[in-house]
């Protein structure tokens, strides 16, 4: 019954953010009804009333409200491994089928033998081949409706849903708390752009344009017909993690944003580019602490190491020195999933 | 008196389309009083109406209204030679001064010696030379902050005004009644995404985020305070010209623009892209040809060469068979400068 009325409450919230979101629509409830009442809910909304107050003394014009959110384990679950390797590995047949010599060579033989144990030792440098090679070589418009395709047909082996069911409702209702205000919402992933263009309009209310991630180079050629067509090189342009997110943020914004939220050490350096500027700042941290209802593997505070492990204790300690907010999600959201607890 | 009138209605136009342009407001009167009737006028409304009516055949869709503007000869004067050129050139003597050994090293010596006869004998490789010592070394911040003074007081040697007054009225009319039609405008410029984007949101109402140019990588570093800053590497990212426009506007965007505008053959591969796509599209280019109010050297249309020509008859035959619009500056254009005629 409870769990009804919060469906209800969410649904309408839904309806009511989505298209014509009005400051006044959302001034008028909750804005962020999946986060707690706390600290962190707190920081939120006095942010941003604060940044918005005209002739207020933290006010921040129009133009420059950017705020910049990481994907994997910060809009949505990244264990037990990154979303963009499953999708990797469920492509390796297919480039194997275009070219059957690839079956008898490493680590591709590893990914068709169905062995997890065996995929699951793969190095990092294994990794970069399979990405090379199932990322790449194809044109951007194939590429985009194969991984649209994908991931309206791939489940996650926990809960046996959608990945893009596995996205952060606190995350969407700040997201569109932030629109709303007049903040344009970015993602600054390490994953791939290509790949999280393919469905982050649907999913997040992001455009294309506002998706910065590691980016490869593409080649302008004409195909067959003498149409042109841009093709997926194996050349890195941008490698969107740590140092190379406010690279990125210069290479697409080229504006300090005035928001981050991150998750773990590949978010240090956007926090860092983020708060250090003039003017009201402010950068938030999800911590994983939520084995019940998402996983938890953020070693801070005391909580057992992980494989994973990227929330390092050095990464909190200078989240307390420099006020960034660490955001528990055990006790900040009151709810993780749009469908579940 | 006549001039009088005409600056007063675009003095009037120019409040009107500053900040809350409505598609109302401009459908009231002449949204492009620049332009003379004839057909470029007429196919530009054209395509903004279609594209813009609900339910019918050709509309696009808000999120997918692209428009592509190349900046050098297309949105402001390109000649004697392209403006950021110049601005390498006044910079060569800070350089020097910071640098003292480059004083008896080519091109610097070249630069220094002031003589404009030798400066205009300078290759393409002295000028890459040029462009890296005076476009790389600092943080981002300080270069935009360099470009926009230097911008603010440098004065072109026709007309000795600032290089931001040889911006062309017409495209400045065009762009906002795209804007005021749901389009998002961009800048895709050869010339460098720093150098324009210190000047775009001021002069061409277009924000940092809708500038994509020519990039080099910048290092993310900690100045000697400990704050984070991105320092300017002269490392070629993107060479945002000919086939690298289309690959720009992938990395940047993410979509294939509606709408593309350019002028010389840096721009046919955008023009080809942009209108290879389904749907309606639409491309121009600007011939000029107008010695009198701007220059002539469009050597189309058996106009006489010209040491630049970056309008070549193969561009020409090209946009007559694929539907392209040329416009004329000396006939479609029945004013070029906000300040002149």
């Known amino acids: 019954m409870d769990l009804d009325r919060r469906r209800f409450a969410a649904l309408v919230l839904a309806v009511a953010a989505s298209g014509s979101t009005s400051r006044r629509a959302l001034a008028d409830g909750d804005p962020l009804p999946s986060w707690s009442d706390g600290t962190a809910k707190r920081q939120i909304l006095d942010f941003v009333k604060a940044t918005t107050e005209s002739g207020g003394p933290k006010f921040v014009p129009p133009e420059e409200r950017i705020a910049c959110f990481d994907q994997d384990g910060t809009l949505w679950v990244e264990q037990p491994i990154y979303t963009q390797l499953v999708y990797c590995f469920d492509r390796v047949p297919v480039v194997v089928k275009a070219r059957p010599a690839l079956a008898n060579e490493e680590p591709f033989q590893t990914v068709m033998s169905g062995d997890r144990a065996r995929i699951a030792r793969l190095s990092m440098n294994d990794l970069v081949k399979i990405a090379a090679v199932t990322l790449t070589g194809m044109d951007v418009d194939a590429?985009?409706?194969?991984?649209?395709?994908?991931?309206?047909?791939?489940?996650?082996?926990?809960?046996?849903?959608?990945?893009?069911?596995?996205?952060?409702?606190?995350?969407?209702?700040?997201?569109?708390?932030?629109?709303?205000?007049g903040y344009k919402t970015y993602i600054v992933t390490g994953g791939g752009q290509d790949f999280v263009r393919a469905y982050a309009e649907r999913v997040y209310e992001v455009p294309p344009e506002q998706v910065v991630g590691t980016a490869g180079g593409v080649k302008y050629e004409y195909d067959a017909a003498g149409r042109p067509v841009l093709i997926k090189e194996p050349r890195l342009l941008l490698n969107d993690d740590k140092a190379g997110k406010p690279e990125g943020i210069h290479l697409v914004i080229g504006r300090r944003p005035r928001f981050a939220f991150g998750n773990s050490s590949g978010d240090r350096e956007m926090c860092q580019y983020t708060?250090?500027?003039?003017?009201?700042?402010?950068?938030?941290?999800?911590?994983?602490?939520?084995?019940d209802r998402e996983y938890a593997y953020g070693p801070a505070r005391g909580l057992p190491d992980s494989r994973v492990g990227t929330f390092p204790e050095a990464l909190d300690d200078e989240a307390q020195r420099k006020g960034w907010s660490v955001v528990s999600m055990k006790t900040d959201w009151n709810r993780v999933f749009a469908w579940g607890n």
């Not at 985009?144 to 309206?152: F, G, L, M, N, T």
């Not at 996650?156 to 893009?164: A, F, I």
């Open 143 to 181: 590429f985009r409706e194969d991984v649209a395709k994908w991931i309206a047909e791939a489940r996650d082996p926990r809960w046996k849903r959608p990945y893009t069911d596995l996205i952060y409702l606190p995350q969407l209702e700040l997201m569109r708390l932030l629109r709303a205000n």
């Open 275 to 291: 708060t250090a500027g003039e003017g009201a700042r402010m950068a938030m941290l999800l911590l994983h602490d939520d084995g």
